[in-house]
């Protein structure tokens, strides 16, 4: 029975010894790697900025505002406001807005001029189905068939054509199409309207599938 029990004891310190180095080891790798990832984020966010927005000569990461909001009594990040300006004269801003989509949550920054029309946008990141979905990423540039460049949501708000609106839906993918609108038209708002309406969360919202939407 002894033996039986140092072994035991022997098995327990080896796998306490384990954990340890493995956990030991994952730090080292998190630690070794949190530089270079965070210098790739920003060269994507730069790279999406300069894509989105007019021409500028200042920082606008450095300038960025920050709205929170809350669910479920938690905060989470609502919008990223980014400031551009050209030899200090403000010309316009991009937005970082989400939404929910088809497969998951879809992240997008939208640019906009001094007067609130639509300069570019980039699809930061989504969860749609390859083919379908994804197809957000070009599908309402300049010249595409679901064009939204030169648009002001101020004027019109952008609506899917099946919803009675002016935009054409990504072919076979209606809910994927409402939730990217739906993140433009929230990042008019928090563009338009400011740190204090946005905050409040009265611009946030979720997608809903409709009955009669498109299935991806």
């Known amino acids: 029975?002894?033996?039986?029990?140092?072994?035991?004891?022997?098995?327990?310190?080896?796998?306490?010894?384990i954990t340890a180095i493995?956990?030991?080891?994952?730090?080292?790798?998190?630690?070794?790697?949190?530089?270079?990832?965070?210098?790739?984020?920003?060269?994507?966010?730069?790279?999406?900025?300069?894509?989105?927005?007019?021409?500028?000569?200042n920082n606008p990461v450095a300038e960025a505002d920050t709205i929170y909001g809350e669910k479920g009594g938690k905060q989470f990040i609502q919008f990223i406001i980014y400031p551009a300006k050209n030899d200090g004269q403000w010309i316009g801003?991009?937005?970082?807005?989400?939404?929910?989509?088809?497969?998951?949550?879809?992240?997008?920054?939208?640019?906009?001029?001094?007067?609130?029309?639509?300069?570019?946008?980039s699809l930061l990141?989504?969860?749609?189905?390859?083919?379908?979905?994804?197809?957000?990423?070009?599908?309402?540039?300049?010249?595409?068939?679901?064009?939204?460049?030169?648009?002001n949501p101020g004027n019109t708000m952008l609506v899917v054509t099946k919803d009675g609106g002016q935009i054409d839906a990504i072919t076979a993918s209606t809910i994927t199409t409402r939730a990217f609108l739906n993140a433009v038209?929230?990042?008019?708002?928090?563009?338009?309207?400011?740190?204090?309406?946005?905050?409040s969360g009265a611009t946030q919202k979720v997608v809903e599938p409709a009955d009669d939407t498109i299935s991806e």
């Open 93 to 121: 801003s991009a937005v970082q807005s989400t939404s929910l989509g088809f497969g998951g949550e879809l992240k997008v920054l939208v640019g906009f001029d001094a007067d609130g029309n639509i300069y570019n946008y």
């Open 125 to 151: 990141s989504h969860m749609e189905t390859p083919g379908l979905g994804s197809k957000a990423d070009i599908w309402f540039k300049a010249g595409e068939k679901g064009d939204i460049v030169g648009m």
């Open 1 to 17: 029975m002894k033996k039986l029990e140092s072994s035991l004891k022997n098995m327990l310190l080896v796998l306490t010894g």
């Open 22 to 57: 493995s956990v030991a080891l994952l730090a080292f790798v998190n630690e070794l790697t949190k530089e270079p990832i965070a210098e790739a984020n920003m060269r994507t966010l730069n790279a999406a900025l300069s894509e989105v927005l007019p021409e500028y000569t």
């Open 185 to 199: 038209n929230d990042a008019y708002n928090a563009f338009k309207t400011g740190e204090s309406d946005a905050s």
